[in-house]
């Protein structure tokens, strides 16, 4: 405790050194209006090391009354309490000594704050705040399940007087490409969710970019399936690692919040199949997670929480899932229905799956067997991932730790999408003056929201779809770069003034952004409150102008053409404004690469204007009308394989910046490509060199076109290795490419094919600049 209170002490200097003292926290009213201001005090900074660490220490206290009193109490004496069988075997002993309302009680959610019809439980003070919890069996040694959101960190810390870590959006941290990253980006929230005494975390968002106006693309990891199923597969491996069970969502095909709890989602099965659930079939496939979360939407007339084909035929079967699938909060519409179809637990509530359910079982409409079956699936994943034999202990947070990691991974994830007359990096001893224009630039970057949100630190929780800036301030991280420069502030509310003040400056940096949040989708791509008449002024005044993005998602950029410089440096995190300040000064060479196109208009999408449900088509009440839960409205996927840039490419739609695009600060050459093609394993080997005078990682991007008999988009995604290169170094590059990624789903013979035929395997920089290519036959 003395350390983490000299820690504490070290960052309350830190903060308070920044002389932050107020912060304009702007909220948007229920029908969209224009955002209004709310200006309050922060209480000092301060008080985010005291929740870190004396508030820490009062909520352990707490906890040993509610929650580790019980755990104390937990009978260990058993003998699959021997950590040297496997979880199959522990959980089969488990299971006979069960009564029946123990078992029913491990099927369902007890709760969670705040939520609607919440009156169930009568022992509230039994859960750890955050999404709810699940009741254990003490008497057997099986703990309680406390579960928390934690997508790009924990979330409602500030609400149950803690701390957590914002990581970059996971959209940003995907545009790393960087399997490691991902790995140290789960192991942080995993260890911050240990620390605040959950065992059981709610991320491992994976659906992949089909709508970029979905208000959650924030919380998943792009367009493509190979790249977000990889990525997410890896950070859910650590996180899960940390002796948390891990989960992977929504599953599936939930690429939009209008409607989502009363959409049916239309889409072939091939195309699900190499799009949507594919890069579920990664990610299941790395990381072994405790759990799936099926999600709220319908696909092809079934609920996904009562879907056979998606929860046992292809996830418990085909891909041979251990764990159990858990409900999207509320996502549960039956008994028998949900349960035949293998659904495992009901969240948060167990309106269908406590008492309903064991009404069932008695009945024999429930057999003993498929009950036990979902019971086996909890234990088995209880004692998997180590919640069993390392019960949870509340320690206080690493707030540096956390800072450095969120800083370093926000490096490695800002893309640098455009940088016309090496304007970037800016050299600090020739800068007089400097402009900083743009909502907030002066105090603070904005986050995503939804039950992803994490609360800024030292402040309440700011409520549902609240707007969210994090005191990371990029004025004062550009200050500390450039000390001697005259640095001046405009917010842009004041078009003439932002002109006038570009005009008289070297450089005008100027910071735009657009929130998103769960529970809504973007109408369009466009940068809201005139932020693009922002950037035109400016750029009008000063040629030298660069644009930092802070979006969730791709934007529209009118005035691509006008700026010398845009970064685009996502939802970026509790350290991001030095993050961005280290690339835009050249103190990181910046490397990531877009995981999603960014299109010249929303006209340009698959489906340019959003489908929504009409006012009667919305609620409980319109699901049940006929007496059975069903979806009430339709989207359909009609553009079926292509999604993101395969739709592009298809269509022959030129791009503002295209998948896989990011500049460095150095160069590189791609030669030597070599393809050994195999039955299970086809070997890509190339050169990469950096021509240029900087250090550098570039991420080496594999391609294939199929033959044209498999009737598919021109090329897809297939592999990649991001590897870094001193100045004039050359490495030689091995991409192994699995056969799968080469196949197409045959949906007569329901598995994956290979074509006869040409492939040609392509090689370079990004979709839009492959210069290797080479060619092989398979018959």
Known sequence: MIEALHRAGSIATRFLEDGLTKMQTPSQTHDGSRIRRVTFVAAGIFSLVIAASLMATHTMVHAQHRMHGLAEKVDRNHPWMNPKLSPDERAAMVLPEMTLDEKIDLLHGMGMPGWPRDVQNPQPELGNGGAGFVLGVPRLGIP?????????????????????????????????????????????????????????????????????????????????????????????????????????????????????????????????????????????????????MCSYNAVNGDFACEDKYLLTDVLKKEWAFKGFVVSDWGGTHSTVKASAAGLDNEEPLDEFFGAKLKEAVEAGKVSQAELDEHVRRVLRSEFATGIVDYPTQKSVVDVLGGLETARTIEESSAVLLKNENSILPLKASSLKSI?????????????????????????????????????????????????????????????????????????????????????????????????????????????????????????????????????????????????????????????????????????DLPHPTLVKPTQEQLGEAAVNKSGEAKPTFSVTYDEGLKVGYKWYDAEKKPVLFPFGHGLSYTSFAYSGLKVAPGKKVTDVSFTVKNTGSRDGAEIAQVYAALPASASEPPKRLIGWNKIRLKSGESKQIRVPVESKYLSIWDDSANEWKLVSGTYEIMVGASSANLPLHGKFDLK
């Open 144 to 292: 309680y399940i406390q579960m928390s959101d934690a997508a790009y960190g924990v979330r409602s810390s500030g609400e149950n007087g803690r701390y957590s870590t914002a990581l970059p959006a996971n959209v940003g941290a995907a545009a790393s490409w960087d399997p490691d990253a991902a790995c140290s980006y789960g192991r942080l929230i995993g260890k911050e969710l240990r620390a605040q005494g959950y065992n059981m975390t709610l991320g491992g968002g994976t659906n992949i970019t089909r709508e970029p106006r979905n208000g959650r693309t924030f919380e998943y990891l792009g367009e493509d399936p190979i790249l977000a199923g990889t990525l997410v597969g890896n950070l859910m491996k650590c996180e899960q690692a940390e002796h948390i069970i891990g989960d992977i969502k929504h599953y599936a095909a939930n690429d939009q919040e209008n409607g989502r709890n009363e959409v049916n989602v239309i889409i072939g099965q091939r195309a699900m199949r190499e799009s949507d659930l594919l890069a579920f079939e990664i990610g299941v496939g790395i990381a072994d997670p405790g759990a799936v």
């Open 435 to 603: 402009a900083i224009i743009g909502p907030h630039a002066d105090q603070g970057m904005i986050s995503g929201g939804g039950s992803a949100q994490v609360d800024a630190p030292g402040r309440p929780n700011a409520g549902w779809q609240a707007h969210v800036w994090f005191p990371t301030s990029p004025m004062k991280a550009v200050l500390a770069k450039a000390p001697n420069a005259d640095v001046k502030f405009a917010s842009g509310e004041n078009i003439g003034h932002a002109a006038a003040l570009a005009k008289k400056s070297d450089v005008a940096i100027v910071f735009v952004y657009c929130w998103m949040a769960e529970g809504m989708d973007l109408d369009t791509l466009t940068l809201p409150d005139r932020q693009d008449e922002i950037v035109a002024a400016v750029a009008a005044a000063n040629p030298k102008t660069i644009v930092v993005l802070e979006t969730g998602t791709a934007a529209l950029m009118p005035w691509a053409d006008k700026v010398n410089g845009i970064l685009e440096a996502w939802y970026a995190g509790s350290d991001g404004a030095n993050a961005v300040a280290n690339i835009l000064f050249g103190d990181v060479n910046p490397s990531a690469k877009l995981p999603m196109t960014f299109p010249n208009s929303d006209a």
